[in-house]
């Protein structure tokens, strides 16, 4: 049956974008080209509701199997709707905003809104993680506050990548295909279904958005698929150790690291945080000369690379795990500090380097 829906979803977005380009020029949910934009014509954007739609068929094929096999999660017995009511609401603002450009604040409002309905209508929430060394570390009063922290700011951060043709929905998918992998290690069927039927749908529009690209996501999708990561992220390693909660972590390496860095790069300049620029990781590869397409597959690859160390990082004992997160963040530094992401005049590290190196 789950493999039933996988190809309906995929199937159904391949069918739906286009019904959706057609959609978007009708109600003027199109991007104009910009100074901050890559394109150089007007495109559709509202490319999100297809793999949106799509996913809901997938999700409608297996309604009654998924909450049958909900209740070992620990959540309440509301999650399944709860997750596509918030999902429905961050497509609606999603939706409204490729058509008419709200406010961040408005666009906040609906994530917070979403974000509450899983949190409090379906039971989703950090209350406790397992520290080496010191036992059960109990979160609570601070466990809604740092639920919807994570599920806003993953949100954003999927949204934050949404720069190049392909780039956002190829990450995501990468995201959801490590997310399913980890949690048919696990024995999470939940997770696995509703992981790989997002993934069918997002891999499926792809055939429309990767470059050269006849139709964006939008904020449509960049929200929903930032949304539902999130929330399955926390469904697949909720409750655990403080090891294990660093695998979603790593898991979305690309958007989180390019979000931290574009507020360290905004700070240093003295700009507020959420002040667009054009000094993300896809700008950076762009204007070192790589092309459109060997910038998205180059991002592409580095979300694998993550994706694997992920699946390593849970496998590997407490010092290995140490180890490898150790290195992952010095590698990470190192290609920041070379790429320029935090700034061209940011290389603490390669700095310290050099001075020992004379």
Not at 107 to 135: E, S, Y
Not at 241 to 252: D, F, R
Request: hydrophobic letters at 60%; a positive charge; proline letters at 4%.
């Amino acid at each position: 049956m789950i493999y039933v829906s996988l190809i309906a979803a995929f199937v159904a977005s391949i069918l739906l974008t286009p019904l959706v380009k057609r959609l978007a020029f009708r109600i003027g949910a199109v991007d104009a080209p910009n100074y901050r934009k890559v394109h150089a014509r007007i495109m559709p954007r509202l490319g999100g509701l297809a793999i949106f739609l799509a996913f809901l068929i997938g999700i409608g094929i297996l309604y009654p199997f998924l909450q049958s096999i909900q209740q070992p999660l620990n959540t309440g017995k509301y999650l399944l709707p709860a997750v596509i009511i918030g999902a429905c609401i961050i497509v609606a603002t999603g939706v409204v905003d490729d058509m008419r450009e709200i406010s961040a604040k408005a666009k906040m409002l609906g994530q917070l809104l979403a974000a509450l309905i899983v949190i409090f209508v379906g039971g989703i929430q950090i209350d406790f993680i397992n520290l080496p060394f010191v036992g059960e570390l109990n979160f609570g009063f601070l466990s809604i506050p740092l639920t919807l922290l994570w599920i806003v700011g993953i949100t954003n951060a999927i949204n934050l990548i949404d720069g190049l043709d392909g780039l956002a929905a190829g990450v995501s998918s990468i995201a959801l295909i490590t997310l399913a992998g980890m949690a048919f290690i696990m024995g999470n069927v939940f997770v696995l279904a509703i992981a790989g039927i997002l993934a069918a749908a997002t891999i499926g529009f792809l055939f429309y958005n990767f470059h050269p690209a006849k139709i964006f996501m939008g904020d449509t999708g960049a929200l929903f698929l930032g949304f539902m990561i999130s929330v399955l992220a926390l469904l697949g390693f909720k409750n655990i150790t403080v090891i294990a909660l660093i695998i979603p972590v790593i898991m979305l390496g690309v958007p989180i690291s390019d979000t931290f860095f574009a507020i360290v790069r905004r700070v240093r300049m003295k700009k507020k945080w959420s002040d667009p620029d054009k000094s993300h990781l896809h700008h950076r590869l762009l204007d070192m000369g790589f092309t459109h397409r060997q910038t998205v597959l180059i991002i592409y690859g580095i979300a694998m690379m993550f994706g694997l160390a992920a699946i390593i990082f849970s496998m590997a004992k407490f010092w290995g795990a140490m180890l490898l997160i150790t290195v992952i963040l010095v590698a990470v530094e190192i290609f920041v500090e070379i790429i320029g992401l935090a700034g061209k005049n940011y290389k603490p590290l390669l700095n310290f380097v050099r001075i020992f190196s004379k």
